[in-house]
C-alpha cells in the first residue's frame, strides 16, 4: 500500500528499517524460557553444546572445496559461508526465523532499539523530487541547517532526483560518523547549497498522544521498541494529571516488536497481577506474565483500543490483554494474526551476523492461540476505500474509455479528494473525466479530464493532506465516539 493514513510521515524514514516487525524477546528476565547465556562473542552457552558431527562436517567441508576448486568463477568464502546458514534457517520454513548477516544485523539492531543512524529528517517526494518535511530536532539535519521544504539534489554526489523515496532514503542513510555531503536546492537562493553532515544516531518517538477537553485521552504506538513503555508512561502520566476519563489506543498497523516493552505498557493498565500474556515452549509448559505494578493507585478508566489487519504480534498481545484483562472495548478490523515470539542471537555465531528464531508460542490470558487467525473486533469499522489508494502510475495517461484496477484505485482518490465520480468500478467513465477537471480546476491544473503525471502527482498530494484530517477516519471517530460513552457511563 502506498498510502498508512495518520502512519506515513513518522514510519517513511524508517520503512526499510521496520518491515517484517515481529514480536521479539530480546531480553531476559525470572520467569521466561530462555537460558542465561554468555554474551561474549564465540563463546556458546551449555544448551548450544551439540553441533555437527564428523561426517556432517566433512561433507559441509568438501562443498565449499568443490566451490572455491571447481566453480567456474572465484567464490567469496564469506557469502558462502553466509549463504549456508541462512539455507539451514530457511529449511525450518517459518518466515519469522531468518539469518542476518553482518551488515544486516546492524540495521535490525538499530530498528529495535527505535533508532538508525543517518542526518536525522522526514523527507517526502514532490514532483520527483526528494524534499526535507521537518529536520528531527537535535539531529545533524538540524544542526547543518536543512530547512523545511529543502530540495535534497545529490548525496556524495549521487543523484537524488526521479528516485523512489526508498532508494534515497537508502543512499542518505549511512554508518554513525560518515559523511554525508547534501547538494540542496533552497527557495530564494540562485544557486544550490553544499552541505556537510555527520551521520549519527537518529532516536525515534514511537508514541504520539492527544487529550480532549472531554477528558478522552488518545495514545497512537507505532511499533514497541526499548524506548516505548517509558514514552507511553510519560505521556498517560500526563494525561492523569489532567483528569483522564476514558483512554483510545490506537494500534493500527503497528507490526510489533519487542515483548518486554508490550509487556511493561500492559502493566500500566491492568490491575495487579491480572494476566498479560502466556507463553508456551516446545515441551509444552507454559508460563503466565501478570501486571507486577497494576495501574497508577490502583485506577482504571474506560479502554478503547483501535486496530486493523496491519496490527500484529506484539500490537495484538496487547489488545488481547486489555480486552481479558480490563474490559477494554475493540474496534476496527481483524488483526493480523501473529502468535510466535523470536529471541535474537547476536554474539552466539562468533561474529556481527545474527540470527532469530521463533522459541515459543504465546497465546491470550485465557489460552486462545491467534497464529493466522487474528483478534476480532468488537465494533466492526472500514475505513473508505480511499484510506487503502495506491501510487498512480506515471508512465500511461488514463483518460476516457480506459479501464482497469489503475483506473478504479484513481476514482477512490477521486472520492478522497471530494470529487466523487459517477461510478467506482474502473472504467474511466465521461463522470469520472468530469469529476477529474473539476479537480483540475481547483488545482489550477489544464483541465483536460486526463491523469498526467502532474494530476497524479497533485492528486497524491491532496488525499494525504485529506488522510491526515482526524475527521476524515471514520476508526477514529467510532474510538473517540465510544470512549465518550463510556466515559459517561462510569460517572
Not at 82 to 107: C, H, I, R, T, W
Not at 221 to 248: C, P, R, Y
Amino acid at each position: 500500500m502506498w498510502f498508512r493514513g495518520r502512519t506515513v510521515v513518522a514510519m517513511m524514514i524508517v520503512t526499510a528499517l521496520v518491515a517484517g516487525m515481529a514480536t521479539y524477546a530480546v531480553f531476559e528476565y525470572s520467569g521466561w524460557a530462555l537460558k542465561s547465556r554468555d554474551s561474549r562473542p564465540g563463546v556458546a552457552s551449555s544448551d548450544m553444546a551439540d553441533g555437527l558431527n564428523q561426517a556432517e562436517l566433512d561433507k559441509i567441508n568438501k562443498a565449499v572445496g568443490l566451490i572455491e576448486h571447481r566453480y567456474i568463477a572465484p567464490a567469496d568464502r564469506n557469502k558462502l559461508i553466509d549463504g549456508a546458514v541462512q539455507g539451514m534457517v530457511e529449511s525450518l520454513n517459518d518466515p519469522f526465523s531468518v539469518y542476518k548477516s553482518e551488515e544486516e544485523a546492524e540495521k535490525f539492531s538499530d530498528s529495535l532499539q527505535g533508532a538508525f543512524t543517518g542526518i536525522g529528517a522526514t523527507l517526502n517526494v514532490v514532483n520527483g523530487f526528494i524534499v526535507v518535511e521537518a529536520p528531527i530536532r537535535g539531529s545533524p539535519a538540524e544542526r547543518a541547517g536543512l530547512q523545511p521544504k529543502d530540495i535534497l539534489l545529490s548525496v556524495n554526489g549521487d543523484n537524488l532526483q526521479g528516485l523512489q523515496l526508498n532508494d534515497a532514503v537508502a543512499k542518505i542513510r549511512g554508518p554513525k560518523g560518515t559523511k554525508a555531503k547534501l547538494k540542496v536546492r533552497r527557495e530564494g537562493l540562485a544557486e544550490p547549497l553544499d552541505l556537510e553532515l555527520v551521520r549519527d544516531r537518529i532516536d525515534l518517538q514511537t508514541v504520539s498522544a492527544d487529550f480532549g477537553t472531554d477528558g478522552v485521552g488518545q495514545i497512537t504506538i507505532n511499533q514497541f521498541t526499548e524506548d516505548t513503555s517509558g514514552q507511553f508512561a510519560d505521556e498517560l502520566g500526563a494525561m492523569w494529571a489532567k483528569g483522564l476519563k476514558a483512554l483510545v489506543i490506537d494500534v493500527r498497523d503497528n507490526p510489533g516488536g519487542m515483548l518486554q516493552s508490550v509487556i511493561e505498557i500492559a502493566d500500566q493498565l491492568l490491575v495487579k497481577d491480572k494476566p498479560i500474556v502466556q507463553s508456551e515452549y516446545r515441551d509444552g509448559k507454559r508460563n503466565v506474565d501478570v501486571a507486577t505494578h497494576g495501574a497508577k493507585n490502583g485506577i482504571r478508566v474506560p479502554i478503547v483500543v483501535l486496530m486493523n489487519k496491519g496490527s500484529a504480534s506484539a500490537a495484538e498481545i496487547l489488545a488481547g490483554a486489555l480486552k481479558q484483562s480490563a474490559g477494554a472495548i475493540l474496534i476496527g478490523e481483524q488483526t493480523y494474526g501473529k502468535g510466535t515470539v523470536q529471541a535474537s542471537y547476536p554474539h552466539e555465531l562468533g561474529d556481527r551476523s545474527l540470527m532469530k528464531l521463533t522459541i515459543y508460542k504465546w497465546l491470550l490470558p485465557d489460552g486462545t492461540w491467534i497464529h493466522e487467525k487474528g483478534i476480532s473486533p468488537d465494533i466492526a469499522v472500514e475505513q473508505p476505500a480511499y484510506f487503502q489508494a495506491s501510487r498512480l502510475p506515471r508512465d500511461i495517461v488514463m483518460k476516457y474509455d480506459t479501464t482497469g484496477e489503475a483506473v478504479m484505485n484513481l476514482q477512490n482518490i477521486l472520492a478522497g479528494v471530494g470529487f466523487p465520480a459517477d461510478r467506482n468500478d474502473g472504467y474511466f467513465s465521461q463522470g469520472t473525466a468530469l469529476a477529474l477537471k473539476a479537480f483540475q480546476k481547483r488545482e489550477s491544473l489544464e483541465a483536460t479530464g486526463e491523469v498526467t503525471a502532474e494530476t497524479a502527482q497533485r492528486l497524491e498530494e491532496a488525499l494525504y493532506s485529506n488522510l491526515l484530517i482526524a475527521g476524515n477516519d471514520k476508526q477514529l471517530q467510532a474510538a473517540l465516539a465510544k470512549a465518550r460513552e463510556l466515559a459517561n457511563a462510569s460517572k
